[in-house]
């Protein structure tokens, strides 16, 4: 069997590892280089051109159905828990703690949420409703474990690696929210970003008040491609007497949108997180759809207010 390996960065240093173990079993084995930012992210245009017989996909689970043989394989991370007593003193005033991770301590959420219980604190664990399979787990696109208890709880807990995932259920979310990162050892709430964040957004969306041209941005990913949303976009920027182009690529090169000088901001459908991360690595704004739809909802409100004055 041809198999192709793809791993994210974070595990891209076991690929000849795993490699020599399938080759050991007969196996033909070819690793992707290309970078990966999840499983709406797969190497399906290098597995079919190499003619594999299967993906194998490192460190998620399953995002959604893809007309591929993919074989995922999640890796389970054991984080220290020696903090939790620390995150219970930031919690004290709070009884309904709501509780979120990723896939990769998954394994562990049932004993985290075990130790808040023996402490006196109610835990909910949401479903997901997006491409999150499991109960508490987040993407950083899909958040929906969070938002669906955001009413029950008074507070947040994330227990887990990094700032990229909390975030975006922070962002989505109105309650406080704490992050407890074992790897770095600390213990923070992060609430000061949902008012930066707020800020940046309407600073992105006043900042297109005077724009002509969009360019909307399609991935060809197989998890973010969105072609049905950016040509509505397009339609409604058009109607206002606006212009728009459609930009594809796989991964954006932000260099390249920069050349295209003749774009007064760009529209992003693909990775929802982009219009988040990456809008210092673009001269222009970089707005979200919903940021579009603002932007056009201003635009037409000041063009009515210019036509009553006009009358007048």
Known sequence: MRILLQFPEGLKQEALRHAKELEAQGNEVVISASPTFGAC?????EARNIKADKLVHFG??????????????????DADLSLLPKSLEKIANFEKIGLVTTIQHMHQLDTVKKFYEENGKKVFVGRPYGFAKKAGQILGCDIGSAASINSQVDAFVYFGGGMFHPLG????????????????????????????YRKRSRGKMLACIDAKNFGIMVTTKNGQHNMAMARILKQKIERMGL????????????????????????????????????????????LSANELNEVLRMKEELLHGANRTISK
């Open 41 to 45: 992210d797969l190497a399906l245009d």
């Open 60 to 77: 998620h689970a399953e995002f959604h159905h893809v007309d591929f043989n993919v074989e995922y394989i999640p890796y389970n991370i």
């Open 169 to 196: 259920a922070l962002l989505a979310t109105d309650k406080p929210f704490l992050v407890v990162e074992p790897f770095q050892g600390s213990v923070e709430f992060i609430d000061k970003y949902r008012e930066i």
């Open 243 to 286: 212009k728009a182009g459609i930009l594809v690529a796989n991964t954006f090169d932000f260099e390249s949108l920069n050349n295209m000088l003749e774009f007064d901001a760009f529209v992003n459908t693909a990775c929802p997180r982009i219009s988040i991360d990456d809008i210092d690595r673009t001269r222009k704004p970089l």
